[in-house]
C-alpha cells in the first residue's frame, strides 16, 4: 500500500491510499470512492482484492472523503460540489481512467461524471453498486431531521437507531420501538466499528444532505457514458435495485446487474463473487449474470 496526501482546491487535505501495482497506468487504474460513515482502512480489504482480481499491472485508488481518516474536515459551504471537485483532484493525481462508486460514494461518482460531461475527466468505464440517490424519492428522507437533531445533541444512540430504521426497513431491528432500538444501538456503539461511526457521524449529516435533500431525476444523468455499469444487491433495501433499474433505463448503452446474493455491504467485505464480477467489467469482460437488456425492459422511469 502506498499513502499519500493531497491538497485540496480549498486549503484542504485529502489522504490517499493505492494498492497494486505502483506504476499502474491510468488506463489500469480504479478510483474507488466509499460510502457515508466510512473510511478508507474500511475498503482496505476489497481494494486488495480488487487489485488482484484485476491481475498484473492494475492498481485501486481510495481516499478518505471530507470529515473522516486523515482528510481534513468538511469546509463550511461544503456541498456535492465539494465532492466533484475532490474527485477531480484525485483523478488528476493519479491519472485513472476508471471509477467505481459504492452507496454514497455512488452518488458522488454519479454526480461527478455527469458533471464532467464534455471534459477528460469522463473515465474510460464507471461502475456503482447500491448508489444512494435519491431518484424520483426514490429514498425516504423523512428520517434525516430527526438524526441529525440526534447527532447535534449528542445522543448517538438515537441516532443510529434513526438510522437503522430507515436503511434496514422491513427488518427486526426495524420493528424494535425506538426508544428499545436506542439503548440497543448505544450499547453497540462501545464496539471499535460503532466507535468509528460516531466519529463521523458529524460529517455523515452533511454528506446525507448534499446527496439526499435534492430530488434528482434519472433523466438528469441521461448523459452518462455508454458502458455505465449499474449494480445493486439483491439482499440490499430495495431502493437500491428501484434507483439502478431506473438509471438504467434512462443512460442509452448502459449495463445492469443484480447480484442475487450481494447485501449493501458486500463491497468493503469484499465477497468474493462480487469481486471477480467488478473485475471482469473494468477488464473490459462480462460479468456473470449481466443484463444487458434494451431499456424498454426495465421498470420505466418516472417522469414527475
Known amino acids: 500500500m502506498k499513502e ?30 466509499g460510502g457515508a460513515f466510512l473510511t478508507a482502512l474500511i475498503y482496505r480489504p476489497f481494494s486488495i482484492a480488487l487489485a488482484k482480481g484485476l491481475g498484473d499491472g492494475w492498481a485501486v485508488d481510495v481516499y478518505d472523503r471530507r470529515g473522516r481518516g486523515n482528510s481534513s474536515e468538511q469546509p463550511a459551504d461544503y456541498s456535492m460540489a465539494t465532492e466533484i471537485q475532490d474527485v477531480r483532484t484525485v483523478l488528476t493525481a493519479t491519472s485513472a481512467r476508471n471509477i467505481l462508486g459504492h452507496s454514497l460514494g455512488g452518488s458522488v461518482a454519479l454526480n461527478a461524471v455527469q458533471e464532467f460531461t464534455g ?32 447527532v447535534n445533541n449528542g ?9 437503522k430504521k430507515a436503511t434496514s426497513p422491513g427488518s427486526v431491528m426495524a420493528r424494535i420501538p425506538e426508544p428499545v432500538l436506542a439503548g440497543l444501538m448505544a450499547l453497540l456503539s462501545r464496539t471499535k466499528v460503532n466507535k468509528m461511526f460516531r ?23 441521461s448523459v452518462l457514458p ?12 430495495s431502493y437500491y435495485r428501484v434507483t439502478a433499474e431506473r438509471l438504467h433505463a434512462a443512460v442509452p448503452g448502459s449495463t445492469y ?11 468493503p467485505a469484499a465477497v468474493k463473487e462480487l469481486v471477480a464480477d467488478i473485475a471482469a467489467y473494468f477488464r473490459g469482460g462480462t460479468p456473470d449474470g449481466e443484463h444487458r437488456a434494451d431499456a424498454a425492459e426495465v421498470s420505466p422511469v418516472r417522469r414527475g
Open 4 to 33: 499519500r496526501v493531497l491538497p485540496t482546491h480549498d486549503g484542504g487535505r485529502l489522504a490517499l491510499y493505492s494498492y497494486g501495482s505502483e506504476d499502474a497506468p491510468g488506463e489500469k487504474r480504479v478510483l474507488l470512492i
Open 155 to 163: 445522543r448517538m444512540g438515537h441516532a443510529l437507531a434513526h438510522m
Open 199 to 221: 466519529q463521523v457521524m458529524p460529517s455523515g449529516v452533511g454528506e446525507l444532505r448534499a446527496a439526499y435533500d435534492e430530488k434528482d431525476h434519472a433523466r438528469d444523468f
Open 226 to 237: 455508454a458502458g455505465t455499469h449499474f449494480m445493486a444487491g439483491g439482499k440490499s433495501p
Open 119 to 150: 471534459t477528460a475527466f469522463v473515465p474510460d468505464k464507471l461502475a456503482v453498486y447500491d448508489a444512494a440517490v435519491n431518484i424520483d424519492g426514490s429514498i425516504d428522507t423523512a428520517w434525516l431531521d430527526g438524526f441529525e437533531d440526534a
Open 257 to 267: 446487474q443484480l447480484s442475487p446474493k450481494g447485501f449493501h455491504g458486500s463491497i
